[in-house]
């Protein structure tokens, strides 16, 4: 059984690193395509991510603790297909004349391993019909392909991590997990008759100039942010000043509205008018930037510094700045959220907001 359990557990530890870092991009090309992210179609692409590495950690863990040869030299290879039932026959409890005899196949290893290697790609077929839309064909040849991987994976001892294979490469495992693929599109209708038809998900209309939803605008700020702070690891508050006005005011200026993370995500600033004026982007800016994140930098720079001289009774005061900045705005930018309510202070302030394009 913990042959089974450490590869989900191993799975579940590393999915939520995978999945952030798969979020971003993800959340790019949904907006793009569909004007929104679909909420079934986040949990079926993830869970599929899901499903994906637990597969491929079942094939692969436990690995062995010392790398030496732990197949007989020269029977690295089984080619003989569907040596399995002899596998099975060979070593069997069950008589054939004797249905009772039937349940001691599920606790012989041999049957056991071949019933898992005959469900392990099952997921994936429906995933590839019912998710990705394909055909019959091109399920059966991408579930090859996949247990192919699986098994150069193991035969070439992780592509040289180990000197020698630590499992055998058995043309059974392609038939039956090939076979598995093809079970699971065969299955998929099971699905689809609970599950809507996310084919019918069809890209938004979205009118121009209407307001950018809050998880789209903190997106496209993130990518921007991350754009910033390579800059910013240079160096200190005049960097941070310089950096973030030629990011987030002149190049929107002379873009009228664009930075690269609105591009991505199909939105822009808009003012009153066509066209930005400095002095607008600048007010914003000055509010965003410059009256929350860098008073936030100087606050943080004054605690270290306080901490480091134990200046504890000044320290207790920058503290209580600080939680207070951000209470106001988490409080602030989570009740406009609760209102639906798309303007805040900085974009009440200068009269320029996210809209869609």
């Given at each position: 059984m913990n042959a089974y359990l450490i590869p989900i557990e191993t799975a579940l530890i590393f999915f939520p690193f995978l999945a952030a870092i798969m979020s971003i991009p993800y959340a790019i090309h949904d907006y793009r395509k569909y004007g929104k992210v679909h909420k079934l179609k986040t949990?079926?692409?993830?869970?599929?991510?899901?499903?994906?590495?637990?597969?491929?950690?079942?094939?692969?863990?436990?690995?062995?603790?010392v790398d030496k040869p732990r197949i007989p030299s020269g029977h690295y290879v089984q080619l003989i297909p569907f040596n399995f039932i002899h596998d099975i026959m060979k070593n069997t409890n069950v008589i054939l004349s004797n249905p009772?005899?039937?349940?001691?196949?599920f606790s012989e290893s041999a049957f056991i391993q071949a019933l898992f290697n005959a469900i392990l790609l099952l997921p994936l077929g429906v995933y590839?019909?019912?998710?990705?839309?394909?055909?019959?064909?091109?399920?059966?040849?991408?579930?090859?392909?996949?247990?192919?991987?699986?098994?150069?994976?193991?035969l070439t001892g992780i592509y040289g991590i180990y000197k020698y294979p630590y499992r055998l490469f058995d043309v059974d495992d392609l038939i039956l997990n090939t076979f598995s693929?093809?079970?699971?599109?065969?299955?998929?209708?099971?699905?689809?008759?609970?599950?809507?038809?996310?084919?019918?998900?069809?890209?938004?209309?979205?009118?121009?100039?209407?307001?950018?939803t809050y998880p789209k605008r903190i997106i496209a700020f993130l990518i921007d942010w991350c754009i910033c702070s390579v800059f910013l690891m240079f160096g200190?508050?005049?960097?941070?000043?310089?950096?973030?006005?030629?990011?987030?005011i002149l190049i929107p200026y002379f873009t009228n509205g664009f930075t690269i993370g609105k591009?991505?995500?199909?939105?822009?600033?808009?003012?009153?008018?066509?066209?930005?004026?400095f002095i607008q982007l600048l007010k914003r800016y000055g509010v965003l930037i410059y009256g929350y994140f860098?008073?936030?930098?100087?606050?943080?720079?004054?605690?270290?510094?306080?901490?480091?001289?134990?200046?504890?009774?000044?320290?207790?005061?920058?503290?209580i700045l600080q939680l207070a900045l951000n209470l106001y705005v988490f409080i602030h930018i989570l009740s406009h959220m609760?209102?639906?309510d798309p303007i805040l202070l900085h974009d009440k302030i200068s009269g320029v907001s996210n809209v869609d394009i």
């Open positions: 949990f079926l692409f993830f869970s599929f991510i899901f499903y994906m590495m637990t597969a491929f950690f079942l094939t692969l863990l436990p690995l062995p603790i009772r005899t039937y349940l001691h196949l590839l019909r019912y998710y990705f839309k394909r055909n019959l064909k091109q399920t059966i040849f991408i579930t090859f392909l996949v247990s192919l991987f699986f098994e150069v994976t193991q693929g093809f079970l699971g599109y065969l299955i998929t209708p099971m699905f689809t008759y609970i599950l809507p038809d996310i084919n019918k998900v069809k890209a938004k209309i979205i009118s121009e100039g209407k307001y950018s200190g508050i005049i960097v941070f000043i310089i950096v973030t006005f030629i990011y987030f591009k991505l995500l199909k939105m822009r600033l808009k003012g009153p008018n066509d066209r930005l004026t860098l008073i936030s930098d100087i606050l943080n720079s004054a605690s270290t510094y306080l901490s480091n001289i134990e200046k504890y009774d000044f320290l207790i005061l920058i503290t609760i209102k639906h």
